[in-house]
């Protein structure tokens, strides 16, 4: 997605947001390289602005999904490149940290690093696989390389990249940002306006808060959301998502995808071939691709019942959207 002065213009934004975006993209920029750049100025709430801009208006374009795990890949190169300002000694860690097993091993022990901070600020970048590190301060920023690392973090605004594979990261704060372009990664958060990206194959994602934001570039991932608004994309085949909240808006464009939906009012596009969606809520609209179907749950005044849509048949095409007319007959959505 390229962004531009003119859209800038459209979101009203700032005058010093305007006159840096000019110095530093005079002619535009991608929307991964554009984010990228405000995490390295410190502009974390423009950052942050830009999510929620690019999310409303592109979640539905394929290539959206492409370039906002290749933002939060970019987000786990940064975060991967702190220098650490922690050394794994107590003298060195100076305050208010202990040791999650008795001891924090020195730079040359055998034993991999397990940490316990609770410092607002925290930074820390950990190489070693099979970590251990918990964070309770806010605006941490923690950074990890090593495979099956162990990542939590409690705090507000806390980010955690990583890049091994099957790294288990966790988060109960809120807008936390966990990146992982790892195999197999373990994430979950439990906090309001979290943001996750992967771009790894056979990622676990769960979240808990409202108005959380997920993307995922990896073949079958499952991605389960229990929060009200919560935004998915994803362009992997395989995917399996569940969410439960009220006003979700799920966007999937591979192959074979399976989404389940029992929260009321969600959008639902589900454009990779014979991909599945299933709402026992209402729907605004959904999208099927190529030998796709729906089902959507209804009340006929007596009891609950299911209205099924087949691509290619009753004049259901791939690519429209579609909503259920008050005679629970899929017709085309009209905004």
């Not at 705090?155 to 704060?173: F, P």
């Not at 979290?194 to 499952?222: E, F, L, M, P, Q």
């Not at 439960?244 to 966007?251: A, P, R, T």
């Amino acid at each position: 997605m390229q962004i531009t002065k003119q859209e800038l213009r459209a979101w009203r934004v700032g005058p010093y947001m305007y006159r840096w975006f000019i110095r530093n993209f005079p002619d535009g920029g991608k929307y991964a390289d554009v984010h990228s750049a405000l995490i390295q100025y410190g502009y974390v709430d423009w950052a942050t602005s830009l999510v929620e801009y690019a999310y409303s208006l592109w979640l539905e374009k394929e290539n959206f999904a492409y370039q906002e795990t290749n933002a939060t890949d970019l987000l786990a190169e940064v975060l991967s490149d702190i220098t650490p300002q922690v050394k794994a000694d107590r003298q060195a860690l100076g305050i208010q940290t202990l040791p999650l097993t008795g001891f924090i091993p020195s730079d040359n022990s055998p034993y991999t690093r397990k940490l316990a901070a609770d410092i607002d600020n925290f930074k820390l970048m950990d190489i070693y696989n099979s970590s251990q590190i918990g964070c309770a301060g806010d605006s941490a920023r923690i950074g990890s390389t090593g495979h099956s690392a162990r990542i939590s973090g409690s705090g507000v605004n806390v980010q955690i990249g990583s890049s091994g594979e099957y790294a288990w990261l966790s988060s109960s704060g809120y807008s936390t940002q966990i990146a992982s372009s790892g195999y197999g990664v373990r994430a979950g958060c439990v906090g309001h306006d979290v943001r996750v990206g992967s771009s790894g194959d056979r990622a676990r994602i769960a979240t808990a808060g409202n108005s959380s934001k997920v993307s995922s570039s990896g073949r079958g991932v499952r991605i389960a959301s229990a929060g009200m608004r919560a935004r998915i994309g994803s362009v992997g085949d395989s995917l399996k998502v569940a969410s439960s909240g009220d006003l979700s808006h799920i966007s999937s464009f591979g192959e074979a995808a399976r989404v389940v939906s029992a929260g009321d009012n969600s959008r639902i596009v589900a454009m990779g071939e014979h991909s599945l969606v299933a709402s026992a809520g209402s729907i605004d609209y959904v999208v099927l691709g190529k030998g796709g179907c729906a089902s959507v749950a209804y009340f006929d005044g007596k009891r609950m019942r299911f209205a099924v849509a087949y691509e290619g048949e009753g004049n259901i095409r791939a690519g429209v959207k579609y909503r259920l007319n008050d005679n629970h007959q899929f017709v085309e959505y009209s905004a």
